[in-house]
């Protein structure tokens, strides 16, 4: 009798690596970079080849279960964390328990599968589209998590899974981050840090860009067919009908499948909160906070549009918070997974490591090594504008040794860096949109390891193809 293996949940996996990161500050050396005021980042960088050890501080079990807590915020400086993050993704669940309340998005999925009878899989590239465009302008990560709440659906109506919404947002956004053209957070820190402009390496950035979104949209459409023509070979074939009671609320029965004009009212302030977002966070310097308030004041004007009540909006506000409470959760163990590793002192330890390793290598091996580093760093380093405040100081200057152009050095980053919103389990953003398409862990390994080899194969290709034209 064959047993099964099953992964364990989410919460699980992050506390593990929470104790692993901890048991790993008991025998790696703690250490240093000096740390130097950079005007133009505005941020303090590393000096290369500053680096020294420190005294070590090894986390106990008192700090791993201090961790989650610390991931919210830092209760020594007061000093935000995921605490923002958290609270942002509890409010776009209140938002959209009450537009769950008005039945406009269950309405709106049905005339848009109406419409699209025979041609729903072009949604796939169109909507794949659109998030890697958010993602190579401007980074789109956290800013992804509402729109789960729209696009499974969506899929699932249109006869695909709930898997196949999570690629559609996940690796769209993914894809476009990961071949960052003009991204403020990841292409432009990185260049600066690295003293290159940021549209050295440009053109290199977008074919990386255009192949790997056409590679990704190939894969995804690939496997949404698949599934249409024979639903057992879906990954979540087993929660079918569960996901189909969640996600449309059985919106097939009993429901007035047109439009009414507060449905269309509450659906267009839908549309104007995303368009608005957007604009807010490409061009007027909007974070959690602010995308916050927007939802807020959304969820006041979906209650005034629709009539609903004082106490009817507030409980579905509540009762959709509740929904992403776990994944408010998930976020902040994610979080304080690099606050252990931290406070353990070993963060530089690995960027010491890897400037060693980097030395005396010929081009193309220089280049494909930093890519591998980079994706390491990435695995300890979620956040690319930090992975870029960190590792850019240091690792650059190497490339000048190995007759590598250091703008090479910031695409293979920028293409690491990308791997976090893919697949990485200390990323808050893959573990929250899972745990919304209710995905297992697992069960997205099986689904994306395939598609990651290639887009691993397509980047070291193209970084070889930039030495041998450099």
């Not at 506000?317 to 994944?327: H, M």
Request: aromatic share 10%; proline share 4%.
């Amino acid at each position: 009798m064959m047993i099964k293996l099953k992964l364990p949940s989410v919460y699980t996996i992050l506390f593990l690596l929470t104790v692993l990161v901890a048991a790993l500050t008991w025998v790696v050396p703690a250490g240093q970079y000096e740390m130097a005021s950079n005007e133009i980042l505005g941020k303090l960088v590393p000096v290369a080849g500053s680096y020294h050890q420190v005294e070590s501080s090894p986390q106990n079990i008192i700090d791993v279960l201090l961790a989650p807590i610390k991931g919210f915020y830092d209760p020594i400086t007061n000093q935000a964390r995921a605490i923002d993050v958290a609270l942002f993704v509890l409010i776009i669940g209140g938002f959209f328990g009450v537009v769950n309340k008005t039945k406009a998005i269950e309405s709106g999925i049905f005339q848009i599968t109406e419409k699209l009878k025979g041609r729903e899989i072009w949604l796939i590239p169109t909507l794949m589209g659109l998030f890697a465009l958010g993602g190579t302008i401007f980074g789109m990560a956290e800013e992804t998590l509402p729109f789960y709440t729209l696009v499974i659906p969506v899929m699932i109506a249109a006869g695909y899974d709930s898997i196949t919404g999570v690629a559609v947002v996940m690796i769209g956004a993914g894809i476009g981050a990961l071949g960052s053209t003009i991204n403020p957070f990841a292409t432009i820190i990185a260049s600066n840090a690295a003293q290159v402009s940021f549209t050295d390496g440009l053109i290199l950035r977008v074919v990386i860009l255009i192949l790997g979104w056409l590679l990704c949209v190939a894969y995804v459409m690939r496997y949404a067919r698949k599934i249409k023509s024979n639903p057992e070979l879906s990954l979540v074939a087993s929660h079918k009908l569960a996901n189909e009671k969640y996600f449309l609320h059985n919106s097939t029965n009993g429901l007035d499948k047109s439009l009414s004009m507060q449905q269309r009212l509450v659906l267009t302030v839908l549309l104007l909160v995303f368009v608005v977002m957007v604009i807010g966070v490409s061009y007027g310097d909007w974070w959690m906070a602010e995308i916050s308030a927007l939802f807020i004041a959304a969820t006041i004007l979906v209650g005034v549009l629709a009539r609903i009540n004082e106490q009817e909006l507030t409980t579905s506000f509540i009762d959709g918070a509740r929904e992403l409470l776990g994944v408010a959760f998930i976020i902040t163990l994610a979080r304080g997974l690099v606050v252990v590793m931290d406070e353990g002192n070993i963060t530089h330890t690995f960027l010491f490591y890897a400037e060693h390793f980097l030395s005396d290598l010929s081009p193309i091996i220089f280049i494909n090594a930093i890519y591998w580093v980079e994706s390491f760093l990435s695995l300890l380093i979620p956040s690319s504008s930090g992975l870029a405040v960190l590792s850019m100081p240091v690792l650059a200057p190497l490339a000048d040794f190995s007759n590598v152009p250091r703008e090479l050095v910031v695409t293979a980053y920028q293409a690491a860096s990308g791997l976090p919103n893919l697949v990485t389990p200390t990323s808050a953003i893959v573990m929250g949109g899972l745990a919304l398409g209710r995905v297992s862990y697992g069960t997205w390994l099986k689904f994306i390891m395939p598609l990651l080899a290639m887009i691993i194969l397509l980047v070291m290709v193209m970084l070889s193809l930039g030495v041998l034209l450099s």
